[in-house]
């Protein structure tokens, strides 16, 4: 008999497998049943009440085998196969491989940056040197900008891809099995380079190819078709169809497909700030205890708020909240300061941000005009160099304390901060522009009226978080998910606009897949 039971609990009885199956075998009333497993199907916390609450969904097996998990680590040899050329080794290229692989076609992934673990050099020179290496950075390398920034497995895009297929994939590549029942499922920096390597084994063991520091600097297009890229080292690869999956910040990818006419188009995104806070701060606001039980992991929050200015309102909302985690300097150019968060697995740290970002739309970048669709990219590029100015032009970040900022006084004293080439005290209205400034003004009131404590001189916020989603969008049929100009190439992930995060690019890199096999297949 097999029997799925919703529970709720406290928090270390949610967390402890001996006192949750004393609990589920109770509430069934088969506390002496010799033959009983059970299996935790999701798992959520609950803190909007005093108590904090577990929310279970556990499923019962009595009498029964449990089932594991449906997809098998099992991929054919691919190495004769037709080829598919894939430009970036973020989660949509690598995701996009492996179900080539399973399709019977062989990929060839194309990365700009470096291999997972030699990338963590030019890391650790940002922060050391102060010297950013425009092909291997938090952004740009194997493993896409995830891999360095957290490692968060929670997406919205319930309806675009096969959610738990993902995820078993990267267990079965070597990660943690809580990603299988957490209602946010989490991974961590710490974490995911040996996920991502054994990604890639994957991928070359099946005969598929990985090449690294390959920078396309063209693509090949006749008549209508894309034919195959070049890269900076004179090499043509060709294949039977392009999956274009280079990331957010491939803005030489977007300046050459503008250039070679291909159809781009202007897309609203956000930009703002990072803010830190103690994490014992926000975990006396989420779980209403001055001490966080052992048993509850460090918190997290989202908000949102809706903030005028001139009469013209937008969203405002916190993005990427990383619990016990660091700031990290983000930039893909020397002259350029942008920050970005992320928590190790333990998310351990004493710290806790988060960027808060305001939608950017059309009239914001009306002043960039000239720039056609690449307006938008124009007005991230001038205010992260502005934000390298007011920090001192190296990777320092510009930073205020929070109330100082809402209530429009000098920048004063900065607090100690995770964000490690350190910061320095400027006026962030300068940097950011009133618009923007103003908006997240009225909006960390609302926060702070939201969540009691959050509004507080103990807080700091850091300029720039300006690498959300991308500004532009590569347009493609909804049907086949092709380009709607140029045939054979499928712009996927979240460079081309259509995902926001590691498993939604996931997911998009198995449907371009899926799609060019349906029109293409035959070819090979």
Not at 156 to 166: L, M, P
Not at 341 to 362: K, Q
Request: hydrophobic share 40%; proline share 4%; with cysteine.
């Amino acid at each position: 008999m097999i029997k799925e039971v919703e529970i709720v609990v406290d928090p270390e009885t949610g967390f402890s497998k001996e006192l949750l199956e004393k609990r589920v075998r109770a509430k069934l009333e088969i506390q002496d049943a010799p033959n009983v497993n059970i299996q935790i199907v999701r798992r959520s916390i609950d803190g909007r009440s005093k108590q904090v609450r577990i929310n279970l969904l556990v499923r019962v097996f009595i009498d029964e085998k449990p089932v594991g998990t449906t997809w098998k680590k099992t991929y054919g040899n691919v190495k004769e196969r037709p080829s598919v050329i894939i430009v970036g080794a973020g989660p949509a290229g690598i995701f996009a491989g492996l179900r080539l692989i399973e399709l019977g076609f062989k990929p060839i992934l194309l990365e700009r940056g470096k291999d997972v673990r030699t990338r963590r050099r030019d890391l650790a020179a940002i922060i050391k040197n102060r010297i950013v290496d425009s092909n291997s950075n938090y952004c740009f390398g194997e493993g896409g900008a995830g891999t360095y920034s957290d490692g968060k497995l929670y997406t919205r895009s319930k309806k675009k891809g096969d959610i738990k297929r993902i995820l078993e994939i990267m267990v079965a590549h070597g990660a943690k099995e809580e990603i299988l029942i957490d209602a946010h499922p989490h991974i961590g920096t710490n974490k995911l380079p040996v996920l991502v390597t054994d990604l890639r084994n994957s991928i070359l063991e099946a005969g598929g190819e990985v090449c690294f520091n390959r920078i396309v600097t063209d693509f090949i297009v006749e008549g209508g078709v894309m034919k195959g890229v070049r890269t900076s080292d004179g090499e043509t690869f060709q294949g039977i169809a392009v999956i274009l999956a280079t990331g957010h910040s491939a803005r030489d990818i977007f300046y050459l497909l503008h250039e070679k006419n291909i159809l781009i188009e202007a897309k609203p995104f956000a930009m703002g700030v990072r803010i830190e806070h103690q994490q014992s701060l926000i975990d006396r606001i989420q779980y209403h205890s001055e001490v966080r039980s052992p048993f509850l992991p460090a918190s997290s929050y989202s908000l949102v708020a809706q903030a005028a200015w001139k009469g013209e309102e937008r969203g405002v909302f916190s993005f990427c909240m990383c619990p016990g985690g660091f700031i990290v300097p983000a930039a893909t150019a020397q002259e350029e300061v942008v920050v970005n968060g992320m928590s190790p697995s333990r998310r351990d740290s004493t710290y806790a941000n988060s960027g808060v970002v305001v939608a950017i739309e059309a009239s914001d970048w009306q002043p960039f005009a000239a720039s056609g669709v690449l307006a938008g990219l124009e007005m991230q590029k001038v205010i992260e160099r502005k934000a390298w100015l007011a920090g001192g032009k190296d990777q320092t970040a510009p930073a205020c304390n929070m109330l100082d900022f809402v209530e429009r006084k000098a920048a004063s004293a900065l607090l100690p901060t995770s964000y490690q080439p350190g910061l320095k005290a400027a006026d962030l209205d300068e940097v950011l522009g009133q618009g923007i400034a103003e908006r997240l003004r009225k909006a960390f009131v609302l926060f702070g009226a939201k969540k009691k404590g959050y509004l507080t001189k103990e807080a700091q916020i850091i300029g720039v978080e300006s690498r959300t989603s991308s500004p532009i969008t590569i347009p493609r049929d909804r049907e086949t998910l092709e380009h709607i100009q140029i045939q054979r190439l499928f712009p996927c992930g979240e460079g081309a606009g259509y995902a926001g995060g590691i498993l939604s690019a996931a997911m998009d890199g198995e449907r371009c897949a899926e799609a060019l096999v349906q029109k293409y297949g035959s070819i090979g």
